[in-house]
């Protein structure tokens, strides 16, 4: 799977797909089905993770990141994940979710620089 052009080092991006591996794992749901759309939550958690140091939530606007990185309430996992399994990124979804495929791990992806 390719990777966007905003991509994060391939270390933290590396790390961020073994959490999630690890996290659909101890949760008990499973990655979309479309694996660009895992790719990609993934990508902006790392970024995330990169720039803020913490690996928040993508899929979401924040006036203030950094206030939001403190709050934590949208780290990942975020709080309606760990409390209900509500994923807004489609990252972590239960089986019963349509758009669920049966996979809780993903192929490894490299960083492409020619694109």
């Keep these: 799977m390719e990777r966007g052009?905003?991509?994060a080092s391939q270390r933290n991006f590396d790390a961020m797909r073994k959490f999630s591996e690890?996290?659909?794992?101890?949760s008990g749901t499973?990655?979309?089905?479309?694996?660009?759309i895992t790719t990609?939550?993934?990508?902006?958690?790392?970024?995330?993770?990169e720039e803020?140091?913490?690996?928040?939530c993508p899929?979401?606007?924040y006036e203030d990141k950094e206030a939001e990185v403190k709050n934590t309430y949208w780290n990942c996992p975020c709080v309606p994940m760990r409390e209900r399994k509500e994923c807004h990124c489609m990252l972590f979804l239960t089986a019963d979710n349509p758009?669920?495929?049966?996979?809780?791990d993903l192929e490894p992806t490299?960083?492409?620089?020619?694109s």
């Excluded at 803020?52 to 928040?56: E, H, K, Q, R, S």
């Excluded at 490299?110 to 020619?114: A, N, P, Q, T």
């Design 59 to 61: 899929c979401r606007y």
């Design 110 to 114: 490299e960083i492409s620089y020619d």
């Design 99 to 104: 758009f669920a495929g049966t996979r809780q």
């Design 40 to 49: 990609a939550v993934i990508e902006g958690l790392a970024k995330h993770k």
């Design 5 to 7: 052009k905003n991509k």
């Design 52 to 56: 803020l140091g913490a690996p928040l």
């Design 22 to 26: 690890q996290y659909a794992k101890r």
């Design 30 to 36: 499973y990655f979309c089905a479309d694996q660009s």
